[in-house]
């Protein structure tokens, strides 16, 4: 399955060079901390738009939005696991309310 991540030039070259680091993952994210990707390239291109306007005016800098297309193959042997929920669910939602709040503050 080949999935796209939109971020700025300096962040995918860092991707590209050294592979996903989830050091560089924001806490508070919708879905919990992680690398975001989405199989919509439109979308992939939207959030690099955001993601660089907001590296440029944090750092002063000018880069241009690039995508990062990745090929996803699911591999058993990692132990990761898969929640499914259905969107906009009250438990999606909680879901997500939680990811955002710090972890003060989390809901049941």
């Known amino acids: 399955m080949k999935l796209y991540h939109g971020t700025n030039y300096s962040s995918a070259i860092n991707i590209v060079d050294n592979g996903i680091d989830l050091k560089y993952s924001k ?3 919708d879905f919990g901390a992680g ?3 989405t199989p919509s390239y439109e979308h992939a291109a ?3 738009i955001r993601a660089t306007q907001k590296y440029n ?3 002063g800098t000018s880069e241009e939005p690039y995508i990062v ?3 996803y193959r ?4 990692v132990g990761l696991s898969m929640v ?5 669910s009250e438990r999606w939602g ?7 709040l710090t972890s003060d503050i989390l809901m049941e």
Request: charged content about 25%.
């Open 35 to 37: 690398f975001y990707t």
């Open 84 to 88: 499914s929920y259905p969107r906009h």
């Open 94 to 100: 909680k879901f997500v309310l939680n990811n955002r």
């Open 46 to 48: 939207t959030a690099a």
């Open 57 to 59: 005016a944090k750092y």
């Open 74 to 77: 699911p591999v058993k042997e």
């Open 27 to 29: 806490p508070y994210l």
């Open 69 to 71: 297309a990745v090929d």
